[in-house]
């Protein structure tokens, strides 16, 4: 039907540069009259709760990990016990899955100050909004895994409280460069998820967002395990780091900050600046519609 219109609009002699889809405003810089309003403090609440699910969830499956695998516990198979590598990656990008799903319709769902900083740089959010969700993020983060020490005591120091830390052989460079580019590829797949020109061009398609988002998370945290044990969320690290509070998961505490920061920013540039700026152009110059 599309293609029928755009080429009555050819033989006519005219030029098709309707959109099929329609761009939120961006989002004021600075919105006072935000805070008079309760939906912002239920997303800011939902955002809360989340963060404090996935580190709940996700710490408590790293730790039991460790135990499993530990071979002064499990002396005969201690290298095949347990989840491995594969069920942590599967714990973290498993629960993003869930909670973006829960949450999107009151918060957004970024469960991340990464995902939110990203957003805010796209005009997505308010500086307001991202201020107390990336606040709201870090403290549940920081229950979370309370929650996780509470519960497992006897375990939680042994096995270093799920904190991230650069191992051991990588430089501080390649810590950091392993947490650009996988906040890159997060970021950049919910800014593609949600991006409302998808939407519109693939309506025919029943996409799910999450399971993208969720995805990203799974396939980052393979890469990186090994190299900084998979930051690519501060409030993540810094909850795990605060709760833990041992010299080696403050040392370089800096890189799980600034990373995903960056890495942020550049997916926020690339998606705005770039693939949609293209579009654009390519939408008013002729009837092409990528």
């Known amino acids: 039907m599309a293609k029928d219109i755009e080429a009555a609009a050819a033989a006519e002699g005219g030029e098709y540069t309707a959109k099929d889809y329609s761009d939120p405003p961006p989002a004021p810089l600075i919105d006072a009259e935000e805070l008079t309003k309760w939906s912002l403090y239920r997303a800011v609440i939902a955002e809360f709760v ?140 919910v800014f593609s998820a949600t991006d409302p020109k998808r939407n519109a061009r693939d309506s025919h398609v029943p996409v799910l967002a999450p399971l993208p988002i969720g995805f990203a998370v799974f396939m980052v945290h393979l890469a990186t395990i090994p190299i900084t044990g998979t930051g690519i969320n501060p409030a993540r690290s810094l909850g795990a780091a605060v709760i833990y509070n041992q010299h080696k998961a403050w040392h370089d505490h800096w890189i799980f900050w600034v990373g995903p920061f960056i890495g942020a920013a550049i997916a926020a540039a690339y998606h705005q600046y770039v693939l949609r700026a293209s579009a654009a152009k390519l939408g008013s110059s002729s009837s092409f519609r990528g």
Not at 141 to 151: D, E, H, N, P, R
Not at 162 to 175: F, I, Q, W
């Open 50 to 189: 989340a963060t404090l699910l996935f580190l709940y969830i996700t710490v408590a499956t790293v730790i039991g990990y460790k135990h499993q695998s530990d071979p002064s516990v499990n002396a005969t198979d201690a290298a095949c016990s347990g989840v491995g590598i594969l069920g942590i990656a599967w714990a973290f990008g498993g629960m993003i899955f869930i909670l973006v799903y829960c949450t999107a319709g009151v918060s957004g769902g970024h469960i991340n100050p990464a995902v939110t900083f990203g957003l805010f740089l796209a005009r997505k959010v308010s500086l307001v909004r991202a201020v107390l969700y990336i606040i709201a993020q870090s403290l549940g983060a920081i229950c979370g895994v309370g929650l996780v020490k509470g519960f497992q005591s006897a375990y939680y120091v042994r096995y270093g409280g799920g904190a991230n830390e650069l191992s051991d052989g990588y430089s501080k460079g390649t810590g950091l460069a392993a947490e650009i580019i996988g906040t890159f590829v997060l970021v950049y797949t």
